[in-house]
């Protein structure tokens, strides 16, 4: 290949890594409880191929009446990543969320009794 030819081709976009988008989901938060939904344990994959990526979660209660805006809110924010041409979020409720799946910072903000 002459130099002409390799100054064409175009730049890759550095990989996404499922630390960066665990990271971006930092930013999310459950309306109702002031903290993330990786702290609350919600999050339970990220799965990325090439440049899409899948986040598979849960929420607090089937009957949360704010699911689909908390998945419109995954969904941008992982599409807003350098390398993102797709997300996909896909709600579950196995296994069943329990406070207990909760960051310790997470439940030192919110005190849970049994």
């Keep these: 290949m002459n130099s002409t030819t390799e100054s064409t081709v175009p730049e890759q976009t550095p990989a996404i890594t499922k630390e960066q988008v665990y990271s971006a989901l930092k930013d ?3 309306p109702e409880i002031p903290v993330s939904i990786v702290d609350l344990g919600l999050v339970y994959d990220v799965k990325i191929i ?3 990526v899948g986040v598979k ?3 607090t209660s089937q009957g949360c009446g704010l699911s689909g805006q908390i ?3 995954v969904r941008e924010r992982v599409a ?4 993102v041409s797709d997300a996909d979020v896909r709600i579950v409720w196995f296994p069943a969320w329990t406070p207990a799946m909760m960051s310790e910072e ?8 049994r």
């Design 50 to 52: 090439d440049d899409w």
């Design 28 to 30: 999310v938060y459950d």
């Design 71 to 73: 998945a419109n809110n």
């Design 80 to 83: 807003s990543l350098p390398g």
């Design 57 to 59: 979660m849960t929420l």
């Design 106 to 113: 997470a439940k030192k903000k919110v005190q849970f009794t």
